[in-house]
Structure formats: structure tokens, C-alpha cells
């Protein structure tokens, strides 16, 4: 049997860090949301999205079984009858099998079953969850209590059982794992300097680097990023930077985002009220005591950004100037004391730069969403201004 991960309407709740990657690509912890389903099931699954330029490209000819890309949990759905279809009282498809692609809602030659179970319906759904989901995906792993790389006596870890140190890692003078009562998880050829506190549930993926004096506390940190501050309930998609101090907290941060120095946010109101936030024009209420800051791919903010409680920054900004930027800032703004727009040309040109610096080449295919999103998006900034 086949597994595909679809995306459905809500695919847009996830906007910025759904603007170009569809949602099963989301980091919701130590794994992306493929990664978990490709893990739970034990098979490779593949992405169906009906976003031009997104997802794979396969053709439906035997028994598939189609999980939507918002479930927190797949197991569940593992032993679904061909055939059938599971609503909920949404009305949202969360999975479905058969050798077909169910279009526009359309049921024909499927029994539906009507069943409640946990989904993400919006990004901050996230990272509310974050705290939950590296327990469970950390917890109970046989590797825990594996130390594959030396460790000076300087190093102090608490409670080694829980704690995975990967092959290559560097963890400097005064380190302190604090796995105690959640456990710490550092991949591969990850650097870890000098006098940094890392409190678990946390993950560290592959060629990452804390800088010195550092204090990380339950965060997902993917690849390739360099990190620095204090950073609390955070996720990092992975390839970004915020390499030096200030703080993040219940924050989101997509790829090839860079960060300038003393880059802070405010994850609490001053009444202690739940923040709300603005998505392309749209307020929501989050429900959230704490919610910082959830920023876009490619995004760039200059020294001393400081970022208002509940703040949306799409892919492809540059902010800059005195004061707080907007609550919301749409896709390719070049934003100081007002708003501009940034030229596309200009946009893929330091994207292409960027990447190389990482040894990745911006492909045609990412080019054309690139390209999309800059068109969809124009409504968006005319209407800002």
C-alpha cells in the first residue's frame, strides 16, 4: 500500500512557513510532518498538493492511502478499509483509501466515516505544541544514552541516559545539557560553544552551531543554522541565522532567514491578554498567552529589530528602521519607515547567493514559486500601503 500526504484549503493557516513548501514539509519538531508519517508507517510517503509546482508527481494507479498533511498523529489511519473516507465535524477530509484522488469533495464510490482527532489548523497550532511533540518524538528512542563524540570534563549533563550527542559534535568549555527532565537530542557535526545551556525537550539538527553564552530551552533547531540569544519555545525550520544576542521566544523562523544583531521579540502582552494576530489582512485569535514572532523564507531583519507580540512576516522582507515593523508585513516588502516593494529580479538574485553559500543551487521549480508567490502577492501589498 501507498501513503500520500495531502494538503487541503487550510494549507493557507500555515502561511508564512507554507508559502513555499507545502505542509507536510513542516517542522513540528525533531522531524518534518513527512518525516514523522514516513517514520510512524514505515514507508516512504509521498506529497500530493494541488499548488502548481508543489508536491510529487506520481500517478494514482494501486490501493493509496491518502493522510492529510495536518494530523498530528498518523497511526491511527494505518488500518483504514479501501474505499473508505474519514471527515470530521469540520468538515475537513483527514484521510481516505483508495485508487483515486478525492477532488472538490467529491465522495462518489467512497464510504464516509465521521471521526474526531487532533489537527493542526493553524501555524501557531505549532508551536503551542511544540513542548509535547519533542517529548514524544524523543522520548523512549533506544539511542538515548548514546555519546558518540568526546566530551571534556568541563561538560557538565544531567542525567546522561536522556541525552544523544551525534559523531563529530564539539560541545565547548562549560556546556550544560540539562536533561533532567526532558531529554536533549544533538545531531551530527553540530558545534555547541563555550558555556551554553541547552534545557530539554530539545533537538539540534546536522551542522548547526550555538554560539557561546547561549541559553536554548525546549526547541527544534533543524539544520544548518547558527543560533545565538536566548531562544525559548522556538522552532527553526533550518539553513538560518541569528547568530547573535537577543531573545526569540514561541517564535517560528522558515529557511534562509538572517537575523542582525540584538533581533528581539515579545512573546507576552503587558495585560497578560491572549494575542491575536494579522494574516493578509485577516485577524485571528490565537487563543495564545505567548506567541512571539513567525517569520518567512528569505526573510531579512537588520540590527536591533524588535518584533511586537503575534508578529507575521512572509518570505522575501527586509526590515529596517526605527520602531516596531508592522504586525503584519506581506511577501517581498521592503519595509523601513513605510512600505515598498521588493523587486523580484533583485529577491531571486540574493536568494541565488544565499544558497550557494550552503552549496545548494536555486532550482527551476523553486524559481517558479518564487515567481508565483511574488504575483499572488501583489494584491496583498497594494493593499498595505
Not at 570534563?153 to 546522561?160: A, R
Not at 539538527?205 to 519555545?233: H, T
Not at 550552503?358 to 518564487?370: A, G, Q, T
Request: with cysteine.
Amino acid at each position: 500500500m501507498n501513503v500520500v500526504l495531502f494538503e487541503d484549503e487550510k494549507v493557507r493557516n500555515f502561511y508564512p512557513i507554507t508559502r513555499l513548501r507545502t505542509a507536510d514539509e513542516i517542522r513540528t519538531g525533531r522531524w518534518t510532518q513527512k518525516g514523522k508519517a514516513s517514520l510512524q508507517l514505515k514507508t516512504k510517503a509521498l506529497t500530493y498538493s494541488p499548488r502548481e509546482a508543489y508536491g510529487d508527481e506520481f500517478e494514482v494507479v494501486d490501493d493509496t492511502l491518502f493522510l492529510n498533511a495536518r494530523l498530528r498523529d498518523f497511526r491511527s489511519f494505518a488500518g483504514l478499509e479501501e474505499n473508505s473516507c474519514v471527515v470530521n465535524n469540520d468538515g475537513d477530509i483527514l484521510a481516505y483509501r483508495g485508487n483515486k484522488i478525492i477532488d472538490n469533495k467529491n465522495f462518489d464510490g467512497f464510504k464516509v466515516l465521521s471521526r474526531e482527532v487532533p489537527v493542526y489548523n493553524f501555524i501557531w497550532d505549532v508551536i503551542a505544541d511544540l513542548s509535547e511533540r519533542l517529548n514524544s518524538d524523543l522520548s523512549g528512542d533506544s539511542s538515548l544514552g548514546q555519546i558518540l563524540s568526546p566530551v571534556a570534563d568541563s561538560v557538565h549533563i544531567e542525567n546522561k541516559s536522556n541525552v544523544y550527542i551525534g559523531k563529530g559534535v564539539k560541545l565547548g568549555a562549560g556546556v550544560v545539557l540539562q536533561a533532567e527532565n526532558a531529554p536533549v537530542w544533538i545531531e551530527d557535526d553540530t558545534v555547541i560553544d563555550s558555556h551554553c545551556c541547552i534545557v530539554g525537550p530539545a533537538y539540534i539538527g546536522k551542522k548547526s552551531n550555538v554560539k557561546p553564552c547561549s541559553l536554548l530551552d525546549i526547541v527544534a533547531i533543524g539544520d544548518v543554522v547558527k543560533i545565538s540569544g536566548e531562544i525559548e519555545e522556538t522552532i527553526f525550520q533550518g539553513y538560518s541565522n541569528k547568530q547573535h544576542l537577543g531573545f526569540l521566544g514561541h517564535a517560528f523562523v522558515g529557511e534562509w532567514v538572517n537575523l542582525g544583531a540584538g533581533t528581539t521579540n515579545s512573546d507576552l502582552k503587558n495585560n497578560y491578554s491572549k494575542v491575536s494576530v494579522v494574516l493578509e489582512g485577516k485577524r485571528y485569535e490565537t487563543g495564545m498567552q505567548f506567541l512571539g514572532a513567525i517569520i518567512g523564507d528569505h526573510t531579512k531583519a537588520a540590527i536591533n529589530t524588535t518584533f511586537n507580540t503575534g508578529t507575521i512576516v512572509e518570505p522575501f522582507c527586509n526590515l529596517f528602521g526605527r520602531g516596531y515593523p508592522p504586525k503584519y508585513v506581506p511577501p517581498f516588502s521592503w519595509c523601513g519607515d513605510k512600505i515598498e516593494e521588493y523587486k523580484l529580479d533583485k529577491a531571486i538574485e540574493t536568494a541565488a547567493k544565499v544558497m550557494k553559500r550552503r552549496n545548494i543551487d536555486l532550482s527551476e521549480n523553486y524559481r517558479k514559486k518564487i515567481e508565483r508567490l511574488f504575483a499572488e502577492s501583489k494584491r496583498i501589498r497594494e493593499k498595505i500601503k
